[in-house]
């Protein structure tokens, strides 16, 4: 088999790719470097969710791109417009000739020997396999599993007559014009779904076991418009409000974290506002605090119109089974559907499925702690992407590869072949890189698979943008806790703080 070499080797070509990619080579313009992607497209994500009125659940300008601005005065973007923006980001800057499309990464293993990761990947339209050598590796692949959702069985499906969907796998032919439909789940996708459906289809109905926090934002920035009518610069348009959003952003989090009590009062107000008196709002109040759960976002209130003008509803309670035409509830309540959407959460996978080895020895993820939140402790040159839950994923996404691209050029600088994270065992906590804090059903069953949170700096995650942005962008690259090494024989090092 042909072995494939590179410098870097990048696994996925969504935001979290494209990023890495460009800053690496901003820094290391003499490094070759190829990305891997398994779709037909760039876009990751937004390739793959095409379910009616898919949007971004984070605001544009601190979602795009820190090194391209989002021109668009509109504070939610569509999913298309999304994937056509990372594709435009990946060509203008060079890298869309660089990705290998169709590709699926299925082991990677690093010898110290060499220096080198040796990946095997499989050309998915062909069945052949392919080898390619690279010094570095970086996971760009996110953490959902583009292959299988997650998704509960419910009792009686067999007797429901209708179609059965997951917005994962939407069918194109799919038509609900004058339909009932009934959407399962309270996040993002449910509440995005809802206005999507409704006018078109007969009746759309969310059926929710708990409610979720939803917070209304204004279609349209007031401040990008006043800046673009004034005729500022794209780019200063852009750096200022990205600004102003991470600070609202970090602020409004602490704020809810600090005072739930409070939050939780200003966040029912702003829905019962928005919704009316006439709606319940026990389909509003969630049993847990603020930011136990992500919260949900919905642009110029359009979930609220739909549900005043009588096109759509909320029933919240356990389902107790399907039924040849709908859902019944414990409670006894019976919501009729002709199609009902399982919107019920996501499947985490780390790397796409790849599996790692070090040496021929297996890497289990689940069992090491992130350095700096990106480097996987005892597994060389290897950069794991994974983005805020709590903020906008792109942000955390755009330090992991200016910071990957920092150690590169490091190490070419110093003559290091080989930069490993080093901790003991009083470094790594119980909980997954996910974090403690959030409940959401998908933080869960991600403690299973993702890597373990840190006790204490490097090792500990503090999903706080400031923070990140001082270890990674600003505190120098050479410490006790990063081993460097040269191919085949170990360079003195310090030893690991006690």
Known sequence: MEQIHTDVLVIGAGISGISAARHVLRDNPASSLVLLERRARVGGTWDLFRYPGIRSDSDMPTFGFGFRPWRDKRILADGAKIRQYVEDAAADSGILDRVRFGRRAISADFSHDTGRWTVEVEDESTGARESYSAGYLVGATGYYDYDTPY???FPGEAAFKGTLVHPQHWPEDLDHTGKRVAVIGSGATAITLLPALAGTAAHVTMVQRSPTYILTLPEVDPLTSVLQKLRAPAHLTHKVVRARNIALQRGSYAFCRKYPRLARKVLLGLVRAQAGRSVDMRHFSPGYKPWDQR?????????FKVLKRGE??????RIDTFTADGIRLKSGQEIKADIIVTATGLTVRLMGGMTLSVDGQPVDVKDRVLYKAVLLEGVPNLSLVIGYTNASWTLKADLAGAYTARLIAHMRRHGHAIATPVASDSD??????MG????SGYIARANEVMPRQGTRDPWRLWNNYYRDRALLQDAPIDDSALRFEKAGVAEDAPTRAA
């Open 436 to 439: 403690e804090a959030l409940t």
């Open 295 to 303: 919260l949900c976002v919905v642009p110029g209130g359009d979930l």
């Open 312 to 317: 759509a509803s909320i029933a919240t309670g």
């Open 151 to 153: 998704r509960p069985r």
């Open 428 to 433: 790594r906590s119980e909980f997954s890189v």
